[in-house]
Structure formats: C-alpha cells, structure tokens
C-alpha cells in the first residue's frame, strides 16, 4: 500500500509543479502504523533559498500538540522532537 501511496503523491505534486499556482510551503506529513508522524517541511525564505526541515513525533498527539503550541511560548533553545 505504501508503494500506491507515493505514486499517487508524486502524481499529485507533478500535476501541481505543471500548474499555475505558486508555493511558499509545502508541508507532507506521514503516519506509520506503528503510530508515529513523519513530516516534511519545505519553506522558501526571504533570499529564496530553500528551507527543509524533517519532525517526528512518537504519536498523533504529540504532533497535534506541537501544531496547537503557538512559537512564542516555546522557550528559546528547546526542541519539542
């Protein structure tokens, strides 16, 4: 089922890349069947240059949890995965 899957990601990302709409982010995020959520994170900053930044977090709750924590309460210097 995995295999499917990616096809038909890559398919969907070739028909957006054909496309007349332009990105800032692309985010992918993944579950496994042991529970865990993998993600992708690609970014564009303010010279054009790309930013790609790869989470994961042990379970959907956690991950939940990091979408829901607004930047400014996480203190400086910690890692939530």
Known sequence: MTKKMFKAAITALKKLKSSDIELTDLCIHMKTTS?????????????????KEYNM???VEDWETYLNTDVEEIPENVLLN
């Open 57 to 59: 977090w042990d379970t």
């Open 35 to 51: 529970g865990e959520v993998l993600e992708l994170d690609i970014d564009i900053d303010e010279t054009g240059d790309l930013i």
